[in-house]
């Protein structure tokens, strides 16, 4: 029989469990505005991005930064650094798709 070794997961910082708290609460705001924005960002958002899209990756974002900053685990915050990077990358790639001049 063998012995099992458990490794504890280290802590992140707390300038990073800040960060991503400050992401959930981007991501809580996020939602409550494209949620009143809807009717008008229906007819703004190119194929293949939707209102109820946005809204799940926005919901997304907050639940996994809101899980990275109560835990403070590596791996949580990590993940939720990685989803708010992929959101912006999604946002950025929307705005360059709507073909509207910045500021509409």
Do not use: K, N, Y
Request: charged fraction near 15%; include cysteine.
């Amino acid at each position: 029989m063998t012995d099992t070794v458990c490794v504890r997961e280290r802590p992140v910082s707390t300038p990073a469990r800040v960060f991503v708290a400050a992401t959930a609460a981007l991501s809580a705001w996020q939602i409550g505005w494209i949620a009143d924005q809807a009717e008008d960002l229906a007819g703004r958002l190119p194929a293949p991005w939707s209102v109820g899209w946005w809204l799940a990756a926005w919901t997304v974002t907050l639940a996994t930064s809101l899980m990275g900053a109560v835990t403070g685990r590596d791996r949580h915050v990590r993940v939720a650094l990685a989803v708010l990077f992929v959101v912006e990358v999604m946002g950025v790639a929307t705005a360059i798709g709507d073909r509207l001049p910045i500021g509409h």
